[in-house]
């Protein structure tokens, strides 16, 4: 059985409304990536070099990322080679398969680090403009909806109007914002917070997080600031680090979690406007190149758009088409 047919099975028992946000929040991509890809094997009759030097520049051209696709090319060839491949429509599905192993590695768990007992602290961080506290905002919605008493800590006290971003989602969601006034110490804020959660038992506490000091410097001494109070406070926390990268700047978003990462010990990825590029290779460049469990991705404005990631709905949101196409 090929891998679109197995994938079809397999979509056939996950939910519609999942299955529709993930295919209407990646159809820019899909109609770049996809339909190149469709017209790359309708022009070819035969796998050859000139096919691979065009399937590659159309990965490059969909953020997948240099090093991740001259990799996967060479993978496919071999593939080809091992399979006996001489038909451009036989390697398709050779080339979703290829792209669902970088997405979902063996040990890899994409689920939240959620406590069993006592407060689990999620400390969210990224540069300002990427979508943070609307992200936040939609993750407490999540949490709420899977039966989780949810608490917020506005501590991005720096920008303008950032405290009362998160007061407004706060309110539409349902959730409250433990605050202090703008320009407050971010780890006073945190302790604060800490406190009110385990006063009214909460079960998640969501910590919003500056996004931009006057240097990175000052950036990431804030950040560790902030972490070893919540540490000192809830030992063991921040159970989980998760950086909200914007989907639309494509390589620049490696740069950003690069520089996070190095400092602030990030366990997972929220990419953000998925729905808003047609550049959605970039989640292939980030998993591959940052080594970081994708969590959550944004296919949406509304507050229930924010998505667990599916590596296998990702992967058929991408070749919605041909897989659906593909005999029986």
Excluded at 66 to 91: A, C, G, P, Q, S
Excluded at 102 to 131: A, C, R, S, W
Aim: proline letters at 2%; charged letters at 30%; glycine letters at 8%.
């Amino acid at each position: 059985m090929s891998f679109f047919k197995k994938l079809k099975e397999k979509m056939t028992q996950q939910t519609t409304e999942v299955a529709d946000k993930f295919k209407t929040g990646l159809e820019k991509t899909r109609s770049n990536f996809a339909g190149k890809m469709n017209e790359l094997v309708a022009r070819y009759r035969k796998v050859d070099e000139d096919f691979f030097e065009e399937l590659e520049e159309i990965l490059i051209g969909a953020d997948v990322g240099v090093t991740t696709v001259m990799n996967l090319i060479d993978e496919l060839k071999d593939e080809v080679r091992i399979r006996n491949i001489k038909d451009t429509e036989e390697i398709q599905p050779v080339i979703s398969e290829k792209l669902a192993g970088l997405l979902d590695k063996e040990g890899d768990d994409g689920t939240l680090n959620i406590q069993v007992d006592g407060l689990t602290v999620i400390l969210v961080v990224g540069v300002n403009g990427v979508g943070k506290t609307t992200s936040i905002g939609k993750l407490a919605n999540y949490l709420k909806n899977e039966g989780k008493s949810v608490l917020l800590a506005a501590g991005d006290t720096f920008r303008a109007g950032a405290i009362e971003q998160l007061d407004v989602w706060g309110e539409r969601v349902g959730v409250p914002v433990i605050k202090q006034q703008a320009g407050s110490d971010p780890a006073a804020v945190m302790y604060d917070a800490i406190a009110a959660a385990r006063s009214r038992k909460a079960d998640v506490l969501i910590c919003d997080t500056a996004g931009r000091l006057q240097n990175k410097v000052n950036l990431m001494n804030e950040l560790e600031k902030v972490k070893r109070v919540i540490e000192r406070e809830v030992p063991g926390a921040p159970h989980e680090v998760l950086l909200v990268l914007d989907s639309t700047t494509g390589q620049n978003a490696l740069s950003q979690a690069k520089a996070f990462g190095s400092s602030t010990d990030v366990s997972g990825l929220i990419l953000t406007k998925l729905d808003g590029t047609a550049k959605g290779g970039i989640v292939f460049a980030v998993r591959q190149e940052l080594d970081l469990p994708v969590k959550f991705i944004g296919l949406g404005e509304q507050k229930d758009d924010l998505q667990p990631f599916d590596a296998d709905q990702f992967v058929y949101g991408l070749f919605k088409e041909a897989i659906d196409n593909e005999q029986a």
